[in-house]
């Protein structure tokens, strides 16, 4: 029995989320149903994160034990052959029957997509998070310096996260604006439960002037969810790397 890699991509809008659920569809039993058709077996997946319903990834990895005699090059394709074009599978490989798609990550990499478009194209809202607010981009550029490093991100974490320990470490996050457009890039060795919603969502709003830029360090040490900003909308959040 083979430890089996897969990377993927995902439009999440038509999901709810990726783990199985009652009564709602979700990307994991729509993969689920894909690998018993090729293989004929339905086995444990394991994911590298937690996603919720409408979120996107541009690289998810889950990992599952498989006996099938599908060579690993053609597996992607056989595969997307039972899938919807929503879900597409770029890789499999056999790994260490070690490997842990969650728990032997290094490193994620987020970005999320905001618009400050008074009004949104009837193409975009499942794909970017409307904030129809004038924005002081280099407010939120100072900002973002208090988040890299080692810190306690109680104050960012919404509530149902079940971790042992709420410290991470950012090491990279950086904000560009063009145009109406908005995009976050977060880098970290873990996150809790809406973490990277709720500082994108506390930056924007200091970009819009409700929270100062100066605040950012004393909501981190305060640990209170009630002193960070919103939760920015699920549409704009993408996975884009992990690191192993």
């Known amino acids: 029995m083979q430890n089996i890699m897969i990377h993927l991509q995902f439009d999440g809008s038509g999901f709810h989320g990726f783990q199985r659920q009652i009564n709602a569809l979700t990307i994991e039993e729509v993969l689920l149903g894909a ?3 090729i293989t004929g077996e339905s086995p444990v997946l394991t994911g590298c994160s937690r996603t919720d319903s409408g979120v996107h990834a541009l690289d998810y990895v889950r990992n599952f034990r498989s006996n099938t005699k599908v060579p690993m090059d053609k597996l992607p394709f056989a595969l997307n052959t039972k899938l919807p074009s929503s879900i597409r599978v770029f890789s499999a490989q056999a790994v260490k029957e070690d490997f842990h798609a969650r728990f032997s990550a290094k490193s994620k ?12 194209s009837p193409f975009l ?3 970017v998070y409307h904030f129809p607010y004038e924005i002081n981009i280099e407010s939120i550029k100072k900002a973002v310096g208090f988040f890299v490093g080692m810190h306690d991100f109680s104050a960012f974490m919404s509530a149902g996260g079940s971790q042992k320990t709420t410290v991470r470490e950012v090491y990279h996050l950086t904000a560009e604006m063009a145009d109406n ?10 996150y809790l439960y809406n973490m990277v919603r709720i500082i ?17 360090p004393s909501i981190i040490a ?3 969810r009630k002193n960070a900003g919103i939760t920015a909308g699920a549409e704009g959040l ?4 992990i690191i192993y």
């Open 35 to 37: 690998i018993k058709k």
């Open 109 to 120: 990499t987020y970005i999320y997509k905001a618009s400050t478009a008074k009004i949104l």
């Open 125 to 127: 809202p499942d794909y």
């Open 181 to 190: 457009n908005i995009i976050f890039e977060i880098t970290a060795n873990a």
């Open 200 to 216: 994108a969502g506390t930056l924007l709003q200091v970009g819009s002037g409700k929270i100062a830029a100066e605040d950012i």
């Open 222 to 224: 305060g640990g209170k």
């Open 238 to 241: 993408y996975l884009k790397e």
